[in-house]
């Protein structure tokens, strides 16, 4: 969903462009641009098909490029193949407007008519190029400042943006809009900065402003003054960003995956003890009081891909721990299913970026629907976290890699939190059991550590199947969960077909898939449900399946059954999910290093989907 950035200052604005370009590439990277202005000059528009590299390449890293105001874009197309014509910044005819977007203008067409009316040429197929040409249009009709031109055009726009602009009569001086789109504005001695994330602009300044829906802003050097729809200024509060710089950066790691990976003990134990409080579960930063905990009759998990995950996995904890029923739900289906909601339910929204698009509309549906809702955010400030009636942290940090394992685990993690002071204030489990379960969650990090620690079998095994065409990950009950998260990892890092399948239901269909040599991963750590899906894996041997079976130290004997055996750390099996899920993350990393594949941007995805 694209990733933009601005800088106006004292310094040379290029390689400060693209330095934060290079951390919001996991935004976008099929092609990037800048524009740089040098005092009154006409902007130098550089743009380029391919990662950041080519850019980077043919501007000397940023050092030909001179000026000290300018904005950037790295690319995920939605309107127009990846091309130099397609890429941002994209301007008006004779210059006068030029301007990089993040976000989808939905009557882009509409627009475009009106202007083709008008006497405008178009260049792209881009809906961006509808925006610029719309901005220089009120601009020129009106004759009047930058944010009347932008305002006009915003109350015009249907869909999403996050723009960034620069006008020909006003040096050094940036103008922004947004709505639905992230961006922050971030400022430090003199200097101003414009990013669609906080890593890109962290090594500069931890000072910054949270920009709202509709809202608009002008960037000078040190200054930045908002806007509201009406054109009237209005006040924001400067905030301080807490993650470190470092968290931003690779720290040796090949790629930030496997970095991620290893934070994973740090993180969970974070996101535990934030809310741990002598020894007890403490939830009044969140705003959840015992009365509400008390009033819940149901709840609604709502989340896209592995943060749905989190929620597939969290069902069974809640409804086992707590006796509320709960259901799991894709944002992008619930939005449009026109839910039925229990006015005493509770929506909780799961999601890293806080900006995924479809589960920002699901929050909006429940709240719409009188429904109490809760996010579970990483990101401080998203939209999500901004507009769920509570917010719960998760203290994962800056997350890079497109392929999510930090913050999954930490969501997790915040998942147990409420499910087990749920249960205790709602007197499903004692204080004796609640106790015991929050000593085994702190142990939950130093046995994630140990998995860590015995990874090369992993790495042996992920060479062997390297070459694999289909994978398919089975599991019954929290077993399934995890598969769901095992087998994404596998597809979307290393571009083998895999599948997760509840394991009792392979054998209506799915089974005459396998054949010879196709790799089958039993997750076995619910004891319950343990002999069942050797049954399962089993049927599939029979018929030629290569077995891996995932499973809990000392717990069983499935050396006998599976070909290879990866065990984790016994624990509580309503927490397995937290362990188990490393294996998988470690394979999936491995397959794709092993096929030589760019793990950490794999091809046609971006972190954080801010478009349908
Ligand atoms: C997969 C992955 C995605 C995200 C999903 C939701 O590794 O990262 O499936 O989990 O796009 O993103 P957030 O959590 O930002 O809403």
């Known amino acids: 969903m694209c990733g933009i950035v601005g800088f106006t200052g004292e310094h040379q604005a290029a390689p400060i462009l693209l330095d934060g370009l290079s951390r919001l590439e996991y935004r976008g990277y099929d092609s990037a641009g800048l ?23 043919k501007t000397d890293n940023g050092v030909a490029v001179l000026g000290t105001c300018g904005i950037g874009h790295t690319r995920w197309a939605t309107h127009g193949e990846p091309s130099v014509t397609n890429s941002h910044p994209h301007m008006s005819d004779d210059g006068n407007v030029i301007a990089v977007h993040n976000g989808i203008i939905e009557n882009y067409q509409e627009l475009k008519d009106k202007l083709i009316r008008k006497g405008y040429v178009f260049h792209s197929e881009t809906d961006t190029e509808v925006a610029v040409k719309l901005v220089d249009y009120y601009y020129k009709k009106y004759e009047g400042t930058p944010v009347d031109a932008i305002n006009h055009a915003m109350v015009r726009i249907r869909g999403s943006y996050a723009l960034a602009i620069l006008f020909q009569e006003y040096p050094e001086e940036i103008y922004v809009a947004r709505k ?18 906080v890593p890109a602009i962290l090594k500069y300044t931890r000072n910054v402003y949270y920009i709202g829906n509709l809202e608009m802003a002008r960037v000078r050097k040190g200054e930045i003054t908002f806007y509201n729809l009406d054109g009237e200024e209005i006040q924001k509060e400067l905030k301080t960003i807490e993650w470190d710089a470092e968290a931003a950066e690779k720290a040796g790691f090949e790629h930030f995956m496997m970095k991620e990976i290893y934070e994973q003990p740090k993180a969970v134990a974070d996101t535990l003890n934030s809310v ?68 005493k339910g509770l929506a909780m929204v799961i999601s890293q970026s806080g900006e995924t698009a479809d589960s920002l509309a699901a929050l909006r549906e429940a709240k719409e629907l009188g429904v109490r809702t809760v996010g579970i955010i990483n990101v401080v400030g998203s939209s999500i976290a901004r507009e769920a009636d509570h917010v719960f942290y998760t203290l994962a940090g800056p997350e890079i890699s497109v392929a999510t394992t930090k913050a999954y685990s930490t969501q997790l993690m915040a998942v147990y939190a409420l499910a087990l002071q749920f249960a205790l204030v709602r007197e499903k489990i004692t204080e004796e059991q609640y106790e015991k379960y929050i000593a085994e969650l702190q142990t939950i990090p130093e046995k994630i550590q140990k998995i860590l620690e015995d990874k090369e079998r992993l790495q042996w095994f992920a060479a062997k199947q390297a070459n694999a065409r ?61 002999e069942k899906t050797v049954s399962n894996m089993v049927e599939c041997k029979s018929r030629g399946a290569y077995l891996m079976g995932l499973t ?47 793990v950490d941007k794999p091809r046609n995805l971006a972190k954080s989907v801010t478009v349908e």
Request: overall charge negative; hydrophobic content about 40%; aromatic content about 10%.
């Open 470 to 530: 289909d994978v398919f990950f089975i599991g019954r009950g929290i077993d399934y969960a995890i598969s769901m998260e095992g087998s994404l990892k596998m597809k979307e890092v290393s571009y083998i077909h895999s599948e997760a399948y509840a394991a009792g239901e392979l054998k209506h269909g799915t089974i005459s898939l396998i054949e010879d040599g196709t790799l089958v991963i039993g997750v076995l750590t619910q004891p319950e449900l343990y």
């Open 35 to 57: 524009a740089v202005r040098d005092g009154e000059k006409q902007p130098e528009v550089i743009r380029a098909k391919g990662r950041l590299k080519v850019l980077a390449e």
């Open 552 to 598: 809990s130290f000392g717990n069983y004997n499935i050396e006998e059954t599976a070909d290879f055996t990866v065990y984790i750390p016994r624990t509580d099996p309503h927490f397995t999910t937290s362990l188990a899920v490393i294996p998988l993350q470690l394979i999936g990393y491995y397959v794709s290093v092993a096929r030589g594949l760019d």
């Open 180 to 197: 639905d789109s992230p961006m922050i504005l971030g400022i430090s001695d003199g200097e101003s900065y414009i990013a669609s994330d």
């Open 276 to 343: 741990l409080k002598n020894g007890k579960i403490d939830l009044s930063e969140t705003g959840i009081t015992e009365e509400i905990i008390r009033e819940i009759s149901q709840i609604y998990i709502i989340a896209c891909g592995s943060a749905y995950h989190v929620g597939t996995a969290a069902q069974y904890v809640l409804e086992d721990l707590t006796g509320i029923p709960v259901r799991v739900e894709f944002a992008s289906e619930f939005r449009y299913r026109k839910p039925i909601m229990d006015p």
